[in-house]
C-alpha cells in the first residue's frame, strides 16, 4: 500500500480513496487516522478479492441502483455493500486479520 496526500485528486467531499495499491488522503493527518486507513484498507482487500476492475464495474453499479432507489447520492454511497462492510468494521483494527474471503458479500 502506499499513500499519496492530494487535496487536487480529490473531490471537495472526500478526506481518501483507495485505488489499490494506492490510499489517496486530502492531508497528511489522515495517514496517522488508524480507523480511516483501516477503512481504506478494508477497500484495499475488497478490491484485490474482485481483481480491481470489477470491483469498480460492481461498486459503480450498486451506487446507480441505490441512487435511483433512494434519490440520495449520500444515502446512495452507504448502501453499497463495499461501503457497508468497511464502515462496520473500521474500528477492528484486527478485522482483515480474521475476515474471510468475499466477506462483502453479506452486506449485499
Known amino acids: 500500500m502506499f499513500v499519496i496526500v492530494s487535496r487536487f485528486f480529490l473531490r471537495k467531499r472526500f478526506t481518501g480513496m483507495a485505488i489499490w495499491p494506492f490510499v489517496f488522503v486530502r492531508t497528511a493527518q489522515m495517514k496517522r487516522d488508524t480507523v480511516f486507513m483501516n477503512h481504506e484498507k478494508i477497500h484495499l482487500r475488497q478490491q484485490l478479492e ?59
Open 50 to 108: 474482485l481483481l480491481i476492475v470489477p470491483f469498480f464495474i460492481w461498486y459503480i453499479i450498486e451506487f446507480l441502483v441505490h441512487w435511483i432507489r433512494y434519490k440520495n447520492r449520500y444515502d446512495a454511497y452507504r448502501s453499497i455493500s463495499f461501503e457497508k462492510e468497511a464502515y462496520e468494521n473500521e474500528k477492528d483494527l484486527d478485522y482483515l486479520k480474521k475476515r474471510s474471503f468475499l466477506a462483502f458479500i453479506k452486506y449485499v
